[in-house]
């Protein structure tokens, strides 16, 4: 049984070479060991402290996340809210303040539960996850990450260190919604992202949707290509057909398999119609649970 | 006496809970004190046929492991004597207590819970009320008929308490209607949930034994653990340290003596302190749910001519203080209307759940929300506003209520009044909003209570209670009557309380009693400090006592304010010879006549001593593609009696509005069908959050009531927990198009009942 608190990244990274598990705000891992859902690993070595790990970087590509950047952070980042708004969306609608302020976004996208609130907007906006080992680092897709609830495709000894994130197209806007039945400590009964670009006459250019807990690991929707050049309307309404199509939702104490293929549904669409707002310009504040729909305030 | 003008003082121990410097039963740390954890049954319904803890015992730091075998054979129950400390020889709900373990620490604790061996054959799940009345269904307690239970109550195999109300020719009365009106309404289970799951600390000097419990009944608990442990009150102490919430779940006795128990067993102290899931599982303490089959017969001129409830409540397993859910249930079941004739037939049933008890207003906020909801369905056959049908239906001052109770001067009517203004009734609302408005009551409850009040030498006072907290803040109220009796400021009175051997008997923080009752008794015994400080006074003043005015800290005679003496001056000569001291009880108000009604199980729920009245009216926001309800505003009128520390008593209404909130819309308990809880965790059971709280309008409809506790008092902490969710259904069923028949009514519910066709008064 150890603790180790990595001061560098090396420490940190000789650690998980060792057998120790990483932990970073802890919302995750300890809350789950509390409940009974896994032990509590043996070993474990916290990133929290590691300098540059918790930074957010404006590249020629676009940004770069620390895996270590709080949802606190990202909710509040002027570039992110703006630029990159589906992650502020779902980094918003985490837990309550407390939470924000500890939880992390590797945190969130390394635990790989298909219900997280940053994984489809990621997925729209094409991130990419660099994974770090003593041996060196690997740029993975998010597809290629997560494998199954709760599993990763990164090895025991790599440790996520970065979000990187492409800049978008010119006028283009993204969105993430969830359903959920109160306003804070809620997790998503289902969820949708969307990545709108528009073509200069108004209409979709391109459009890529993303959904979560309606899968094993957030789905991303095939089949939107055809749907270019359409309307907004009329794009909104066929992913959402889509995407309560393609979703393989459970029955579970939170909602029928059902219901969620229903709302999921409706989730998309209020994610497109969101996304082509922000995409003409519009600004809506984040999260757009609060401003558009079921979570608005009146 | 000089009575303070409208104090809006702030609780006395608001600065310790929100520093943390509060110390909570679980912070207790005694020497050499043990942990205790409990064995469960795990099933619903199983006879034991093998326990063996020997493999436990025998693990190194285990103190102690103890069976029904280790404590005497006692059956209790407050109204049916269904239940032993632990289980004998049937376990009949998940958690129920087959053995405990204290141990050195809380691993070794698991450790030797995991080595008990307990083996059973399973016996049929009883998981449905309605289903158990049946004839031929399997009985949960087959010796039921030889239990001990209180006099009154009406059992028959698995029914545990049978209570009806009648008046009148309910035949006769259908057959004068122009509309008779059906509906059938389902309420689930749902939990008080505290934030501080119960912990309980015991500790054994000699023969006697202290017990620091999170109870908010601190002589019931007491009495508890000398029945079943066979020992006299004078040798239990119970002492309540902070208490972290309660609503109900911490009445009555709970592990107090399994505690006492392992603690004599092991000799050292132990503790036992509540996992969030323990806290959903284990308690005898849930909202009970309920099945509801209304009819009401109306003219087309509005006036109700009868009405038939039959209410099926589920009890789960052993009958706690839930034996008069069956009573109270039918009042709310008639609810507060002039009905001629009327019929109430209500059973409270054995199921292999968790057993039903006491929280926050038992069996009021469902039943209103279901008689309301049925109300308006009333109101709209005959083409009649709601509000204007309450109006006309509603008892008033010198009606009739439905038991046959004839009521002195009660607010309903200007509630009604007051919700609808302040919630803006009638106005012009977006197409996806409405407001609907619910009337709802709750009874004073009137009982011994007693207290102690003195004065020291420096002029300090204090007020020793057997009065509880549980966060309703109504203890610190008792301040300010003792300072108004004897002239002295609220702020110059420290209160001890919560501790069974210093104080005298009150019945805890229950029943929304401890201002009308122990307020009465602390206004007796300031009132005896007041007569001594008037004696002393006159003779240094040389006047007579009944010209001496105690005001502002000082003694002066009436009339001339500048031969005065101060309080302070008079406690120091008291101090040096009659000592001041005052001791008051004081006679609790009688329970009511009831006139023309019969009722059957009556345990005397049907008379209200001091009625308390409400109306809530609530504006929501449907969300048509997902059923998702968003509570938009709440105004709550309320008929509480003379309201006497203002500040208090809008965080209590506001407090129950977001507990409505919760019973409406997210808070309930689904069971799979082998007996157990689906949700016993707070992600699934989901309470309101601060980021839910909608603004609210509060108003207090301040009446002279007749027969009340101090200044005209009723009780406060139930009464506005009962009509939120049904106000909620109101506005939701305009929106929908008919009302959503379950409760809670989950989004989903909401959006099932938009989407079902034709779906006519079948539970969703
Ligand atoms: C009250 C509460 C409410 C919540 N609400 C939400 C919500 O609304 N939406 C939501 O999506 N989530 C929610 N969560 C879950 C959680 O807060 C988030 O997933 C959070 O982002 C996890 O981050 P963390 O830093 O706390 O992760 P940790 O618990 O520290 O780690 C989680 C997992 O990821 C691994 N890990 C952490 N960092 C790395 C890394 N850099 N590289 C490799 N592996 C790593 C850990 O080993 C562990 O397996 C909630 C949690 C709580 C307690």
């Given at each position: 049984?150890?603790?180790?608190?990595?001061?560098?990244?090396?420490?940190?990274?000789?650690?998980?070479?060792?057998?120790?598990?990483?932990?970073?705000?802890?919302?995750?891992?300890?809350?789950?060991?509390?409940?009974?859902?896994?032990?509590?690993p043996?070993?474990?070595?916290?990133?929290?402290?590691?300098?540059?790990?918790?930074?957010?970087?404006?590249?020629?590509?676009?940004?770069?996340?620390?895996?270590?950047?709080?949802?606190?952070?990202l909710?509040?980042?002027?570039?992110?809210?703006?630029?990159?708004?589906?992650?502020?969306?779902?980094?918003?609608?985490?837990?309550?303040?407390?939470?924000?302020?500890?939880?992390?976004?590797?945190?969130?996208?390394?635990?790989?539960?298909?219900?997280?609130?940053?994984?489809?907007?990621?997925?729209?906006?094409?991130?990419?996850?660099?994974?770090?080992?003593?041996?060196?680092?690997?740029?993975?897709?998010?597809?290629?990450?997560?494998?199954?609830?709760?599993?990763?495709?990164?090895?025991p000894?790599?440790?996520?260190?970065a979000?990187?994130?492409?800049?978008?197209?010119?006028?283009?806007?993204?969105?993430?919604?969830?359903?959920?039945?109160?306003?804070?400590?809620?997790?998503?009964?289902?969820?949708?992202?969307?990545?709108?670009?528009?073509?200069?006459?108004g209409?979709?250019?391109?459009?890529r949707?993303?959904?979560?807990?309606?899968?094993?690991?957030i789905?991303?929707?095939g089949?939107?290509?055809?749907?270019?050049?359409?309307?907004?309307?009329?794009?909104a309404?066929?992913?959402?057909?889509?995407?309560?199509?393609?979703?393989?939702?459970?029955?579970?104490?939170?909602?029928?398999?059902h219901?969620?293929?229903?709302t999921v549904?409706?989730?998309?669409?209020?994610?497109?119609?969101?996304?082509?707002?922000?995409?003409?310009?519009?600004?809506?504040?984040?999260?757009?649970?609060?401003?558009?729909?079921?979570?608005?305030?009146? | 006496m000089?009575?303070?003008?409208?104090?809006?003082?702030?609780?006395?121990?608001?600065?310790?809970?929100?520093?943390?410097?509060?110390?909570?039963?679980?912070?207790l740390?005694?020497?050499?004190?043990?942990?205790?954890?409990?064995?469960?049954?795990?099933?619903?319904?199983?006879?034991?046929?093998?326990?063996?803890?020997?493999?436990?015992?025998?693990?190194?730091?285990?103190?102690?492991?103890?069976?029904?075998?280790?404590?005497?054979?006692?059956?209790?129950?407050?109204?049916?004597?269904?239940r032993?400390?632990?289980?004998?020889?049937?376990?009949?709900?998940?958690?129920?207590?087959?053995?405990?373990?204290?141990?050195?620490?809380?691993a070794?604790?698991?450790?030797?819970?995991?080595?008990?061996?307990?083996?059973?054959?399973l016996?049929?799940?009883?998981?449905?009320a309605?289903?158990?009345l049946?004839?031929?269904?399997p009985?949960?307690?087959?010796?039921?008929?030889?239990?001990?239970?209180?006099?009154?109550?009406?059992?028959?195999?698995?029914?545990?308490?049978?209570?009806?109300?009648?008046?009148?020719?309910?035949?006769?009365?259908?057959?004068?209607?122009?509309?008779?009106v059906?509906?059938?309404?389902?309420?689930?289970?749902?939990?008080?949930?505290?934030?501080?799951p119960?912990?309980?600390?015991?500790?054994?000097?000699?023969?006697?034994?202290?017990?620091?419990?999170?109870?908010?009944?601190?002589?019931?608990?007491?009495?508890g653990?000398?029945?079943?442990?066979?020992l006299?009150?004078?040798?239990?102490?119970?002492?309540?340290?902070?208490?972290?919430?309660g609503?109900?779940?911490?009445c009555?006795?709970h592990?107090?003596?399994?505690?006492?128990?392992?603690?004599?067993?092991?000799?050292?102290?132990?503790?036992?302190v509540?996992?969030?899931?323990?806290?959903?599982?284990?308690?005898?303490?849930r909202r009970?749910g309920?099945?509801?089959?209304?009819e009401?017969?109306?003219?087309?001129?509005?006036?109700?001519?009868?009405?038939?409830?039959?209410?099926?409540?589920?009890?789960?397993?052993?009958?706690?203080?839930?034996?008069?859910?069956?009573?109270?249930?039918?009042?709310?079941?008639?609810g507060?209307?002039?009905?001629?004739?009327?019929?109430?037939?209500?059973?409270?049933?054995y199921?292999?759940?968790?057993?039903?008890?006491?929280?926050?207003?038992?069996?009021a906020?469902?039943?209103?929300?279901?008689?309301?909801?049925?109300?308006?369905?009333?109101?709209?056959?005959?083409?009649?506003?709601?509000?204007?049908?309450?109006?006309?239906?509603?008892?008033?001052?010198?009606?009739?209520?439905?038991?046959?109770?004839?009521?002195?001067?009660?607010?309903?009517?200007?509630?009604?009044?007051?919700?609808?203004?302040?919630?803006?009734y009638?106005?012009?609302?977006?197409?996806?909003?409405?407001?609907?408005?619910?009337i709802?009551?709750?009874?004073?409850?009137?009982?011994?209570?007693?207290?102690?009040?003195?004065?020291?030498?420096?002029?300090?006072?204090q007020?020793i209670?057997?009065?509880?907290?549980?966060?309703?803040?109504?203890?610190m109220?008792?301040?300010?009557?003792?300072?108004?009796?004897?002239?002295?400021?609220?702020?110059?009175?420290?209160?001890?309380?919560?501790?069974?051997?210093?104080?005298?008997?009150?019945?805890?923080?229950?029943?929304?009693?401890?201002?009308?009752?122990?307020?009465?008794?602390?206004?007796?015994?300031?009132?005896?400090?007041?007569?001594?400080?008037?004696?002393?006074?006159?003779n240094?003043?040389?006047?007579?006592?009944?010209?001496?005015?105690?005001?502002?800290?000082r003694?002066?005679?009436?009339?001339?304010?500048?031969?005065?003496?101060?309080?302070?001056?008079?406690?120091?000569?008291?101090?040096?010879?009659?000592?001041?001291?005052?001791?008051?009880?004081?006679?609790?108000?009688?329970?009511?006549?009831?006139?023309?009604?019969?009722?059957?199980?009556?345990?005397?729920?049907?008379?209200?001593?001091?009625?308390?009245?409400?109306?809530?009216?609530?504006?929501?926001?449907?969300?048509?593609?997902?059923?998702?309800?968003?509570?938009?505003h709440?105004?709550a009128?309320?008929?509480?009696?003379?309201?006497?520390?203002?500040?208090?008593?809008?965080?209590?209404?506001?407090?129950a509005?977001?507990?409505?909130?919760?019973?409406?819309l997210?808070?309930?308990?689904?069971?799979?069908?082998?007996g157990?809880?689906?949700?016993?965790?707070?992600?699934?059971?989901?309470?309101?959050?601060c980021?839910?709280?909608?603004?609210?309008?509060?108003?207090?409809?301040q009446?002279?009531?007749?027969?009340?506790?101090?200044?005209?008092?009723?009780?406060?902490?139930e009464?506005?927990?009962?009509?939120?969710?049904?106000?909620i259904?109101?506005?939701?069923?305009?929106?929908?198009?008919?009302?959503?028949?379950?409760?809670?009514?989950?989004?989903?519910?909401?959006?099932n009942?938009?989407n079902?066709?034709?779906?006519?008064?079948?539970?969703?």
């Amino acid at each position: 049984m150890s603790f180790t608190i990595a001061r560098t990244l090396d420490e940190a990274l000789a650690a998980l070479a060792a057998g120790a598990r990483p932990i970073a705000g802890g919302t995750d891992l300890v809350v789950g060991a509390r409940h009974g859902k896994a032990p509590l690993p043996a070993d474990l070595v916290a990133i929290d402290r590691i300098p540059g790990l918790a930074e957010v970087t404006v590249t020629a590509a676009g940004i770069t996340i620390g895996a270590a950047v709080s949802h606190h952070t990202l909710e509040g980042h002027p570039l992110i809210a703006s630029t990159y708004s589906a992650l502020a969306d779902g980094s918003a609608l985490v837990g309550s303040p407390a939470t924000r302020h500890v939880g992390t976004l590797g945190g969130n996208i390394m635990n790989a539960s298909p219900a997280m609130d940053t994984g489809a907007g990621l997925t729209v906006l094409g991130a990419e996850v660099e994974l770090r080992a003593q041996a060196g680092s690997r740029r993975v897709t998010l597809a290629d990450l997560w494998t199954a609830p709760g599993r990763t495709s990164a090895r025991p000894d790599e440790l996520c260190v970065a979000v990187h994130v492409p800049t978008p197209a010119p006028r283009s806007g993204s969105a993430y919604l969830r359903l959920e039945y109160r306003r804070a400590m809620e997790i998503a009964v289902v969820g949708a992202a969307a990545a709108v670009t528009l073509a200069p006459d108004g209409s979709v250019a391109a459009v890529r949707v993303a959904l979560s807990a309606v899968a094993p690991t957030i789905l991303s929707l095939g089949g939107l290509e055809t749907l270019a050049g359409g309307s907004v309307n009329d794009v909104a309404a066929a992913v959402a057909a889509a995407a309560s199509q393609q979703a393989t939702p459970i029955s579970d104490v939170r909602a029928t398999d059902h219901y969620r293929r229903h709302t999921v549904g409706v989730m998309a669409r209020r994610a497109v119609a969101a996304a082509a707002r922000r995409a003409a310009g519009e600004t809506i504040a984040i999260p757009v649970n609060r401003s558009i729909g079921i979570g608005a305030a009146s | 006496m000089t009575v303070t003008e409208t104090p809006r003082f702030v609780r006395a121990d608001g600065p310790d809970k929100v520093t943390g410097s509060g110390r909570y039963t679980a912070d207790l740390s005694l020497t050499g004190m043990l942990t205790a954890k409990f064995k469960y049954a795990g099933v619903a319904h199983g006879r034991i046929t093998k326990l063996d803890t020997s493999a436990a015992k025998a693990i190194p730091g285990v103190f102690a492991v103890l069976t029904q075998a280790d404590v005497p054979n006692v059956r209790f129950g407050p109204f049916v004597q269904d239940r032993t400390l632990f289980a004998d020889g049937v376990v009949r709900f998940e958690a129920e207590i087959v053995a405990a373990v204290a141990a050195i620490d809380a691993a070794t604790a698991q450790r030797a819970v995991d080595a008990i061996v307990v083996e059973y054959e399973l016996l049929p799940v009883v998981n449905d009320a309605e289903a158990a009345l049946a004839p031929d269904a399997p009985l949960v307690h087959p010796d039921w008929s030889s239990y001990g239970a209180a006099r009154p109550m009406v059992r028959n195999r698995n029914d545990a308490s049978f209570a009806s109300i009648a008046k009148g020719d309910v035949e006769a009365g259908m057959a004068q209607a122009d509309h008779v009106v059906r509906s059938r309404y389902v309420a689930d289970g749902c939990h008080a949930a505290p934030i501080e799951p119960r912990a309980i600390v015991a500790q054994w000097e000699g023969d006697k034994v202290t017990i620091w419990s999170s109870t908010q009944v601190p002589f019931d608990a007491r009495a508890g653990v000398c029945e079943t442990l066979e020992l006299p009150a004078n040798r239990v102490r119970i002492i309540v340290p902070h208490l972290g919430g309660g609503f109900g779940g911490k009445c009555g006795f709970h592990q107090e003596a399994h505690v006492a128990a392992l603690a004599r067993a092991a000799r050292r102290p132990v503790r036992l302190v509540f996992s969030r899931r323990e806290e959903f599982l284990a308690p005898d303490k849930r909202r009970e749910g309920i099945t509801y089959e209304f009819e009401t017969g109306v003219r087309n001129d509005g006036t109700i001519t009868a009405r038939r409830v039959k209410m099926v409540l589920d009890n789960g397993a052993y009958t706690s203080d839930a034996g008069f859910f069956s009573q109270i249930g039918a009042m709310h079941g008639l609810g507060p209307y002039r009905i001629p004739n009327l019929l109430a037939e209500a059973h409270l049933v054995y199921t292999n759940h968790q057993p039903s008890g006491s929280v926050r207003a038992p069996t009021a906020p469902q039943s209103c929300w279901a008689l309301e909801s049925h109300t308006d369905e009333v109101a709209r056959a005959i083409g009649i506003d709601p509000v204007e049908f309450r109006r006309r239906n509603a008892v008033d001052t010198g009606a009739e209520g439905p038991s046959g109770q004839l009521y002195g001067e009660i607010g309903v009517q200007q509630c009604i009044a007051e919700a609808a203004r302040l919630a803006g009734y009638g106005q012009t609302l977006p197409a996806d909003e409405a407001i609907g408005l619910a009337i709802g009551w709750w009874p004073s409850f009137s009982v011994p209570s007693g207290a102690y009040v003195k004065i020291d030498g420096d002029g300090s006072g204090q007020i020793i209670t057997g009065a509880q907290e549980c966060g309703t803040g109504s203890v610190m109220t008792l301040r300010q009557l003792a300072a108004d009796e004897v002239g002295l400021r609220a702020e110059d009175f420290q209160l001890v309380y919560q501790d069974t051997s210093v104080a005298p008997y009150d019945m805890g923080a229950t029943g929304s009693q401890t201002l009308f009752n122990n307020g009465r008794a602390v206004v007796a015994a300031a009132a005896q400090v007041a007569e001594q400080l008037r004696q002393l006074a006159a003779n240094r003043l040389e006047a007579d006592p009944a010209d001496i005015v105690l005001a502002d800290g000082r003694a002066h005679v009436a009339g001339t304010p500048d031969r005065s003496v101060t309080i302070a001056k008079l406690a120091a000569i008291a101090a040096g010879g009659e000592l001041l001291i005052g001791h008051g009880s004081g006679a609790p108000p009688e329970a009511p006549a009831l006139v023309g009604s019969t009722c059957v199980g009556n345990v005397g729920m049907a008379a209200w001593v001091a009625p308390q009245f409400s109306c809530h009216a609530v504006r929501v926001k449907l969300d048509r593609d997902t059923g998702v309800v968003r509570v938009l505003h709440v105004a709550a009128a309320h008929d509480s009696g003379t309201i006497i520390n203002p500040l208090a008593a809008e965080g209590q209404v506001q407090g129950a509005v977001i507990m409505g909130i919760g019973q409406a819309l997210t808070e309930g308990t689904t069971y799979d069908d082998a007996g157990h809880q689906r949700n016993a965790a707070l992600l699934e059971y989901k309470l309101q959050t601060c980021a839910d709280v909608p603004p609210m309008a509060v108003h207090f409809v301040q009446i002279n009531t007749p027969n009340a506790g101090p200044r005209g008092a009723k009780g406060l902490a139930e009464a506005p927990n009962v009509a939120t969710a049904a106000a909620i259904s109101n506005a939701l069923a305009q929106l929908v198009g008919q009302p959503v028949r379950q409760l809670p009514m989950t989004a989903e519910r909401v959006w099932n009942a938009m989407n079902a066709t034709g779906a006519q008064g079948g539970a969703a």
